[in-house]
């Protein structure tokens, strides 16, 4: 969607490659794409203006994502919520940011 709008041409889908398994998933870019990509950035702008992070969902396509170890899905019930509030809190200093 950013290459259509910055040089003005049609992409009617692209690729996602898996550097671990080296398989290179193609995706139609549709306008159900579409439509969900400009809800999911509206979403992600809001959290970002709430100061939130969203918790993580464990699900079966984390096992192969190379993030796994630093978004720890496990646990991601055990702490929802900001995570500067969360570890300013866990750490007893500061006071929360509004």
């Given at each position: 969607?950013?290459?259509?709008?910055?040089?003005?041409?049609?992409?009617?889908?692209g690729a996602l490659y898996y550097a671990a398994?080296?398989?290179?998933?193609?995706?139609?870019?549709?306008?159900?794409?579409?439509?969900?990509?400009?809800?999911?950035?509206?979403?992600?702008?809001?959290?970002?203006?709430?100061?939130?992070?969203?918790p993580a969902q464990l699900q079966r396509k984390c096992a192969n994502c190379s993030l796994r170890e630093l978004c720890l899905p496990e646990l991601s019930s055990l702490a929802p919520g900001s995570a500067a509030r969360d570890l300013s809190r866990a750490l007893g200093v500061g006071g929360e940011r509004q």
């Open positions: 969607m950013c290459l259509e709008e910055m040089v003005g041409v049609s992409v009617p889908k398994s080296k398989r290179r998933l193609e995706v139609a870019i549709d306008e159900a794409l579409r439509t969900e990509t400009i809800a999911a950035a509206a979403r992600y702008h809001d959290l970002v203006a709430k100061r939130e992070t969203p």
